[in-house]
């Protein structure tokens, strides 16, 4: 039999492995989420969010990914998610304990696609973000855009935290983390030619800051919702 | 009262307010979650954002007077002009949350001080188009504001490529109504998709150009910003409206500077529209903490932009005037 203060603690770090798919950070280091065990084997998690209108697609995805990470905890037997104070509690909350896609939940609302594109898109946002202040670190350390455009990734020695952040963003992607492998490349994994590196780095700017944007700004309106919020250890 | 630069007075449209009745009497007894949801989430936004002394009880933020409206926009807030973006939410609000009609009373009370726009819906299709053609002819619009997230019954949203969208728009050119101003939100069909994209705006703002509509995207796109940002490098009819970036200033300067930054890069200081969005926040602080604040140098020098008085003038008001006719005092053109 487990341990009960062993087990809070594996579930609390199972759970700290899941995100919010649009700010790419973990729903604990938000304050988002907690996990308490309740009985042998059982365990709740609650999850809360900025705003009652959080979009549902989203808070569908973390109470799900929450769920699962849970389950897979050795010792878990039961996991409930309870989404909080939002309009599509509900449906959300049932849909993820029935094992139903975001689709069946929500039925005439959606048009069958699915929330894997969403996901995705949201993992290139991450990636993106990630990737801007590493290759002007480069830029600026005085390497010309061509040197970087030659660059493999054995060539960032040191990687530096910036760097295996980068390189475990463009692992999540599917895209190719061999030594040998173009350092800067698109989210499709196109290397990116030394002249159009700037204007894509221009790019990749507005996604950084929109990014941490949107997470100073629901990280705080959550604040502002809770107070201090209580996430259980 | 004028706000005054140096001994010069700035021209000041407040390009976004509304006249709300979000009170408790005003809920849908079948909808009360939704319409109390609306507003305390509005709530939040406002506690969060505003400065300490700014924040105002909760009853009075759900149903404030015309002595209020008046004071805080144009006796303390230093707006010239303020024009009204309905937002309408029946399904939650019975007598609606900000509709046409409310604003109405106050712009005809006032009518040298608002500017009164229209809304639609394009799930309303025809009888949609006949009452715009309706109020247009009484109120002569010159934009309206479109809220693509508003439920209506079983629907969660509307895209403005729909098919009975583009017969709005088509109408909207043919009356003269060129102001688009476009509001994404959290809910919007398919659910599974990302609501808050506006490639929609790109789409429409192409189709629409020679018409001559220019679309308004407030909160400059947010959460999207981005996606706004590159449209807005596209599209020349693509305007940025500053409602909810602005109140960072003063909560998160850092966030306002890079945003904004953003802004003046990609879409430029000519169209960008100071907006207060009252009574989510007042004109006043913004107004006073925007004249005062200066992008930081780092910011200035790696994005090699500026934020110059000139540029100022253009977005508290002098751009607004331009997409609505006003008439801005002699005193109030100059740069300074």
Aim: with cysteine; net charge negative; glycine share 6%.
């Amino acid at each position: 039999m487990t341990e009960p203060a062993s087990l809070q603690e594996a579930v609390t770090a199972a759970l700290d492995t899941v995100t919010d798919p649009e700010l790419d950070r973990s729903l604990v280091e938000l304050g988002f989420a907690g996990a308490s065990v309740d009985g042998p084997g059982r365990v709740t998690v609650e999850l809360r969010l900025p705003t009652y209108w959080c979009a549902p697609n989203f808070a569908y995805l973390m109470v799900q990914d929450a769920h699962d990470a849970v389950a897979r905890v050795p010792g878990v037997e039961s996991v409930s998610v309870r989404l909080l104070d939002h309009f599509a509690a509900e449906e959300i909350s049932s849909g993820v304990a029935a094992g139903r896609s975001f689709d069946d939940a929500f039925d005439e609302l959606a048009d069958g696609g699915g929330l894997d594109a969403l996901r995705r898109l949201f993992h290139v946002k991450a990636f993106v973000a990630r990737q801007e202040p590493l290759v002007r670190r480069l830029l600026r350390a005085g390497r010309t855009p061509a040197e970087v455009a030659r660059m493999r990734i054995a060539d960032l020695e040191p990687a530096g935290v910036d760097g295996l952040e980068y390189l475990e963003k463009r692992r999540r992607l599917g895209l190719s983390i061999d030594p040998t492998a173009p350092l800067a490349v698109r989210p499709n994994g196109q290397p990116i030619a030394a002249e159009e590196l700037i204007p894509y780095l221009d790019r990749a700017r507005a996604t950084r800051v929109s990014v941490e944007a949107n997470t100073t700004f629901c990280s705080s309106m959550l604040a502002t919702r809770y107070g201090k919020v209580e996430v259980k250890e | 009262m004028a706000y005054k630069h140096n001994g010069e007075d700035i021209f000041v449209v407040d390009s976004h307010v509304h006249f709300w009745d979000a009170s408790p009497a005003n809920w849908r007894a079948d909808a009360r979650v939704y319409a109390e949801g609306w507003i305390s989430c509005f709530y939040d936004y406002h506690k969060n954002l505003s400065p300490p002394e700014w924040v105002w009880p909760l009853p009075k933020y759900q149903k404030y007077t015309e002595q209020d409206l008046m004071k805080d926009l144009f006796e303390d807030g230093y707006v010239d002009v303020a024009i009204f973006l309905p937002t309408y939410l029946k399904d939650w609000y019975t007598n609606g949350f900000n509709t046409i009609d409310q604003d109405a009373v106050m712009a005809e009370k006032y009518p040298d001080r608002f500017v009164l726009n229209g809304r639609w819906d394009a799930r309303d299709g025809e009888a949609g188009r006949k009452r715009l053609r309706e109020e247009h002819k009484r109120w002569g619009f010159k934009g309206v504001k479109l809220y693509t997230a508003e439920w209506k019954g079983a629907s969660k949203g509307w895209k403005l490529t729909d098919d009975e969208s583009r017969r709005f728009l088509d109408l909207c050119a043919e009356l003269g109504i060129v102001n688009i101003h476009v509001h994404k939100g959290p809910t919007i069909w398919p659910l599974n998709r990302d609501s808050f994209d506006v490639a929609d705006v790109d789409d429409v703002a192409t189709a629409y150009r020679d018409a001559g509509l220019r679309f308004i995207v407030e909160h400059c796109g947010l959460p999207r910003l981005e996606d706004f940002c590159w449209i807005g490098t596209q599209e020349p009819n693509v305007y940025g409206g500053l409602a909810v970036v602005m109140p960072f200033i003063h909560a998160r300067p850092r966030y306002f500077a890079e945003v904004l930054s953003e802004m003046l890069w990609w879409i430029g200081e000519d169209r960008l529209t100071f907006a207060s969005d009252y009574a989510l926040w007042s004109p006043k602080w913004l107004v006073e903490k925007f004249m005062a604040f200066e992008l930081p140098q780092d910011i200035k020098e790696q994005k090699g932009v500026d934020l110059t008085l000139e540029g100022k003038r253009k977005i508290l008001g002098l751009n607004a005037a331009k997409l609505y006719d006003l008439q801005v005092p002699a005193a109030k053109v100059a740069a300074g």
